[in-house]
C-alpha cells in the first residue's frame, strides 16, 4: 500500500490531474465527504487528507510515504529528512513583503529603523531579513496575517501573494518579492528503499505530465 499525503483545497486540486497522469482516480470528494482517508480507483494506493502544514510531519515520520507540500511550507519545517525528487509546478504564488499603503518601507529600511512583522513564516522572514541587514521583531501568526498592519500590531507582514486582490482588498501594497513558490513532492526515506518499484513508477508518472504541461 502507498499512502500518499495532501491538504484539502488548492494543492488538492492541482494534484487530481497529476494523479489522473498516473491512472489514478480519487474515488471520494474531499468536499462533500467527511472522510480523511481516500480510497483510489488503485487498491494499492490511498490519499490521506491533512493540514497543509502537516504534511512535512506526516512522510518525514512514516504516516505517509509520499506528499505534496508548498515550498513555503517545506521550508518552514525544514525538509532534510526527506526526499524532494520533484518540483510539480502547482499551486503558485510568491512569498512578499507587505505594508500598509500610508507606511514608507523605503525610508524606514534607510533608516535602520527596527520593524515589526507580523509572519506564518518566521523562518524565511528571519533570514531574508538578516540578509538585507534589517532588525526585525518577529511575531509568530497562525492566520490572517493582512490584519496585523491594519490594528497596528505589525508594520509589516510576509506572506504568500498570488492575484494580490486580498492585499488589495486590505489596502496594503507589496514592497518586496522574497521568492517563489510551487508545490513539491517529498517522499520518506525509507519508503523509498522498501517500496522502490511502485513509488519510482509515481515519480515518473508525475514528472513526464509536468514536462508535458510546461
Ligand atoms: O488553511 P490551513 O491553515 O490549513 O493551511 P494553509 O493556509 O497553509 O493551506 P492552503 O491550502 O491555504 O495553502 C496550501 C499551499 O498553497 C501554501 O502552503 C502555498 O504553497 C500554496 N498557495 C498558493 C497559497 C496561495 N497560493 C495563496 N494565495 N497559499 C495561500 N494563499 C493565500 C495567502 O496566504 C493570502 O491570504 O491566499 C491569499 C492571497 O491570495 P491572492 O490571490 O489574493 O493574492
Ligand atoms: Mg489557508
Redesign the pocket.
Known amino acids: 500500500m502507498i499512502t500518499l499525503a495532501l491538504?484539502?483545497?488548492?494543492?488538492f486540486d492541482d494534484t487530481l490531474p497529476l494523479l489522473r497522469a498516473a491512472n489514478i482516480e480519487v474515488l471520494d470528494n474531499p468536499e462533500t465527504s467527511r472522510k480523511l482517508i481516500l480510497d483510489t480507483n488503485q487498491p494499492g494506493v490511498r490519499v490521506v487528507l491533512v493540514?497543509?502544514?502537516d504534511v512535512p510531519t506526516y512522510v518525514e515520520n512514516g504516516g505517509a510515504d509520499l506528499g505534496i507540500?508548498?515550498?513555503?511550507?517545506l521550508i518552514e519545517h525544514g525538509g532534510q529528512g526527506m526526499y524532494q525528487p520533484l518540483d510539480l509546478q502547482i499551486?503558485?504564488?510568491r512569498i512578499s513583503v507587505a505594508v500598509r499603503a500610508d507606511f514608507d518601507y523605503e525610508r524606514a529600511v534607510k533608516q535602520g529603523s527596527r520593524l515589526r512583522v507580523a509572519t506564518k513564516y518566521v523562518a524565511i522572514a528571519r533570514e531574508f531579513f538578516a540578509a538585507k541587514g534589517v532588525h526585525v521583531d518577529l511575531i509568530k501568526l497562525?492566520?490572517s496575517?493582512?490584519l496585523a498592519p491594519l490594528t497596528g500590531l505589525a508594520d509589516a507582514i510576509v506572506?504568500?501573494?498570488?492575484?494580490?486582490?486580498?492585499?488589495k482588498a486590505n489596502h496594503l501594497v507589496e514592497v518586496e518579492r522574497i521568492m517563489d513558490?510551487s508545490?513539491r513532492l517529498v517522499v520518506n526515506q525509507a519508503s523509498l528503499k522498501l517500496k522502490q518499484a511502485p513509488i519510482r513508477a509515481l515519480i515518473d508518472a508525475f514528472a513526464k505530465a509536468v514536462a508535458e504541461r510546461s
Not at 491538504?7 to 494543492?11: A, E, F, N, Q, V
Not at 507540500?69 to 511550507?73: A, E, L, P, V
Not at 506572506?159 to 492585499?167: A, F, I
Request: net charge positive; with cysteine.
Open positions: 491538504s484539502k483545497g488548492r494543492i493540514r497543509a502544514s507540500t508548498g515550498r513555503d511550507t499551486a503558485k504564488c497562525y492566520g496575517m493582512e506572506d504568500l501573494v498570488s492575484t494580490g486582490n486580498t492585499l513558490i508545490s
